[in-house]
């Protein structure tokens, strides 16, 4: 990691994105939430069933508005609410009930639980999220997961051909094992792969489903790619900042979105946006499709976008490209 | 793999499910895109920009009828013009134009080639499909193959475990290496996943967005999630038909469809249901979501699916806890 990206690691406030999913089974159906609380924003709050995206943003005033009519007996700071409110969706509790109610495209998750003695009642009143948010939020993180949990099964295959040089080495040396089932067979990440694909415990884990996704690890996993993304995206954001005059010669109109001037609108277009990786502000390899129902930007800025996007893109891509060369070149560990 | 499995495998078909996603890039946009074709039965097409997902069926009447259509002067066999669809959608071809077209909801793949000096066009009619085709081709696949990748990150682990074990025995013999660079650090787990987070080659992965998703090794990984999902869903199919009885008890309705009743089905509904994987034929862990355009089955028999589904589901889980269980008593290798 580079010591910019730990630095700015240290003071990024977080968002809704790089929080992870939580699997929740309501009501006998299998659920994927998240919630970001925000002491001085409100909370934001995600939910779905793999068909569709419910979304509820809520503002600091509108929290303490819900909270006074749901309960009125209820005395308790800000941030006493959003801690239950995190608390509750954060893992599944056993004092807590939950219900699901459907209302059209909508969706109300109700808590009720007990709190020092008194009741305590919370209703989620989500919007179906726009399709971007699905894609945002779960189909690309869970497609740059693959690409890294491949890396890395590459990566451990690199370090078993070197634990066998060392081996090979001892054994030249005339070394022996004192006992047989200490000895290992030499790996080879094609043999390895083909096996895994035929194992038995490949069929439980297929067999599992998707329960595995979010595990522990995963959910870690999940953070670092989503923080990195936003990292990413405010690398862009400066390059945009410097490049203004490129991209006018482009013929692009780049009037500047302020960065987080999303928060806390009350229009529902805003609300309905994906929190805090906009559509302007992608990683590179991301699809863009325009249209929907969130404001598109002119034509001329969207082409813009791309170019920049591709160059990004094209960038990285050679990056890469060099580093693989530069290893095949240092003698092929792999 | 049980013998089952591999004996069933053999003689299974195959389906749009276990065919792996191409990505394509399009006038400028990323796509990934998938073709099953079928000499008897006709060719399906699925496209998606990760918001939307598009989908066509074509039986091979309809298919010789376009085919006459836009290419009058083309005469060929229609095994040659799946060929043809199939070679021009597995690769981006560089003799070929792709053109994409936003229709409404709809979108119309063009593709124009030439064929042994004749020019030949196919056009792809695709409807918005089903929200549940999402879910079954990418969502759920994508989580089990991140659950798969993480199990083998794990298995890898207690390989490297096993060389050190090893290793170490050498080295209590007194073996030394010859050249220091061929000394190897220990292994140990948990380290190494908090380095991966951090590392540079981390960055770059994610900087590369999903395009790694679907390389090469992950594409067979894809297929053979979907081809155990498919052994699955036919194991139950049968456990189904011996369990009639049980599941009329339970207050159901278990009137049987037909397993690929859907195929050439020239009903919008039929068409657009996920072709291999139906609703009710889902792998433990699975949400099912009633409602949408899909007709639902009768509330009881919903019931008796969920109750199903969730027998097998608790029955993996015992399953896989045990054998947790018996792989700790003989000595915890990771």
Redesign the interface.
């Known amino acids: ?2 010591s910019a ?2 630095e700015w690691k240290k003071t990024w406030q977080g968002a809704l994105s790089a929080r992870s999913w939580q699997r929740f089974e309501l009501e ?4 994927l939430l998240k919630t970001h609380v925000d002491h001085r924003e409100g909370y934001e709050f995600l939910l779905t ?4 995206m419910w979304y509820e943003k809520m503002d600091i005033d509108q929290v303490k508005k819900r909270c006074k009519t749901l309960n009125p007996r209820f005395e308790a700071p800000l941030p006493t609410i959003l801690r239950l409110l995190q608390d509750n969706t954060e893992t599944k509790k056993d004092s807590t009930d939950y219900t699901i109610q ?1 209302k059209g495209e909508g969706m109300v998750l109700v808590l009720e639980t007990k709190v020092g003695g008194i009741r305590f009642t919370w209703e989620f009143h989500c919007q179906q999220a726009q ?2 948010m ?2 945002d939020q ?3 993180p ?12 590459h ?3 690199q ?2 051909k ?6 090979e ?2 054994k ?8 047989k089932n ?3 067979e030499r ?1 080879d990440p094609t043999t ?2 083909k096996e ?18 979010f ?1 522990r ?2 959910q ?2 999940y953070r ?2 989503m923080l ?2 936003a ?2 995206n405010r690398e862009e954001e400066e390059d945009e900042e410097v490049s203004d005059e490129d991209s006018s010669l482009l013929g692009g109109m780049t009037s500047h979105h302020a960065a987080g001037a999303t928060k806390g609108s009350p229009s529902r277009v805003d609300e309905q946006r994906s929190p805090s990786v906009s559509p302007r502000k992608r ?7 325009a ?2 129902a969130v404001s598109t930007p002119e034509k001329s800025q969207k082409d813009v976008e ?1 170019m920049r996007r ?1 160059a990004l ?1 094209k960038r ?2 050679e ?2 490209q060099r ?1 693989q060369a530069k290893k095949k070149k240092k003698g092929a560990l792999f």
């Open positions: 990691m580079s990206k730990s006998g159906q299998n659920f069933d793999l068909t569709s459907h399709k971007e699905l894609r779960l189909l690309e869970l497609m740059t997961m693959v690409g890294e949990l491949g890396r890395r099964e990566r451990l295959g370090l078993l070197a634990k066998d040089r060392e081996i080495d001892y030249m040396g005339g070394a022996t094992v004192s006992r200490l000895q290992t790996f390895f792969r895994q694909l035929v194992c038995k415990e490949f069929d439980e884990q297929v067999g599992q489903g998707w329960q595995e996704a595990s690890e995963n870690e996993l670092e790619v990195t993304q990292w990413f990683p590179a390899g991301s699809p863009l499709k249209g929907g791309l591709e893109q990285l891509q990056e890469a580093k």
